[in-house]
């Protein structure tokens, strides 16, 4: 079976570090801002593209400010996740190899019919891998990555929504190749008419027009990738964009025990083999992440038994982890995601997935 490695962040080998040494790349201060046209983000080297997008209505004077919150928040440093690091997820990992890997490295072959797909859907229950696969989808072509929240455009960027969209995508484009991954995708572009006011309006909208302009231009490499757990929220016009749409299910048993046994490395247990694999078959419906949290709690057990001596304990006395523990950790971290939940997105992905 396959082995998990570390996913710790290597800043060195960054994606962004390594679109540095690109002639394209775009720094902020290289941004000028019109007060009539808005920004201007101008490349520099000879075939560099020049990005001179009249942003209309953007009003200016932020939009300076802006490249530069995109480029030192939203755009990622740290994804040097491999396809190793993510646990199981064989065919998602091959879609996102076809679909966005190969393309950037062999523009000359995926044209025409095999056009690669400007937007896809990674959907499925929370914790279970959809932001490790964009990150490793980044890393593993070589890309900038946008790692963009969109509860937080919402809620943080209140009514500057629509120009952050906007600049966004054009820092993406000076910065191509890149993978724009827009996490819960659902709390902006959802059917939701109720309470939808003009400023979400806007800010779907200025979504679809700029990510037709990404589409319309074959010569542009940015890949948009929603990641969302509620995609029957989604509005239609999203839908018909995201082409691609790839369930991320709940690990299997053969993925949980990859799991399991990564968690478990480096820690003193003493779990023979039968024990890890009733392990396995009792946390089915746990997540990725509910995993996690139940190994922490477990992990907690030996401690708490210390009482006072925790103080004076020599670390290498402390007992063993055993089965014990994670059954009573069982109790307190149970899967997060309801049966029905689980149900619906599989009844979703039988209608519109791609897989
Ligand atoms: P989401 O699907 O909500 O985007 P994440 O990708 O952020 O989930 O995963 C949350 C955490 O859960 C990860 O940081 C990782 O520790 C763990 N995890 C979830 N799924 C996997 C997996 N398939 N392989 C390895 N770790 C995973």
Request: net charge positive; with cysteine.
């Amino acid at each position: 079976s396959s082995e998990i490695k570390s996913t710790s962040p290597k800043l060195e080998t960054g994606v962004v570090s390594s679109s540095v040494s690109r002639p394209r790349k775009v720094a902020a201060q290289k941004v000028s801002v019109n007060s009539r046209t808005g920004p201007s983000l101008r490349s520099q080297g000879n075939n560099a593209p020049t990005l001179q997008k009249p942003a209309q209505g953007s009003g200016g004077g932020h939009d300076a400010k802006l490249v530069e919150m995109i480029s030192s928040v939203i755009v990622d440093r740290s994804p040097s996740v491999k396809w190793d690091d993510i646990a199981g997820l064989e065919m998602a990992k091959q879609a996102l190899t076809e679909m966005v890997i190969l393309p950037t490295k062999r523009r000359d072959l995926f044209t025409g019919l095999r056009k690669p797909a400007k937007g896809l859907l990674l959907f499925g229950p929370p914790g279970t891998g959809k932001t490790l696969l964009a990150k490793a989808v980044a890393s593993e072509s070589e890309a900038t990555f946008f790692n963009v929240s969109a509860s937080s455009l919402t809620s943080k960027w209140v009514g500057e929504g629509e120009k952050l969209v906007r600049t966004l995508f054009q820092v993406a484009i000076s910065r191509q190749p890149s993978v724009i991954f827009i996490d819960e995708i659902d709390s902006i572009m959802s059917t939701r008419t109720e309470n939808e006011n003009e400023a979400s309006r806007r800010l779907k909208s200025e979504f679809l027009v700029q990510f037709d302009g990404v589409t319309s231009n074959s010569g542009d490499l940015v890949t948009v990738i929603g990641a969302t757990n509620k995609p029957q929220e989604l509005d239609d016009a999203v839908l018909r964009r995201l082409v691609k749409r790839i369930y991320i299910p709940l690990p299997d048993a053969n993925a949980r025990r990859v799991l399991l046994k990564h968690k478990l490395k480096g820690q003193a247990f003493s779990l023979p083999d039968i024990e890890v694999e009733r392990l396995v078959a009792e946390t089915d419906g746990y997540s990725g992440s509910d995993l996690q949290a139940l190994c922490e709690e477990a992990a907690m057990m030996p401690i708490r038994e210390l009482g006072a001596d925790i103080l004076t304990v020599q670390a290498n006395q402390v007992r063993r982890l055993r089965y014990g523990d994670f059954q009573k950790a069982m109790t307190v971290i149970k899967p997060s995601l309801q049966r029905s939940k689980w149900a619906e997105l599989e009844r979703w992905n039988r209608e519109f997935g791609s897989n």
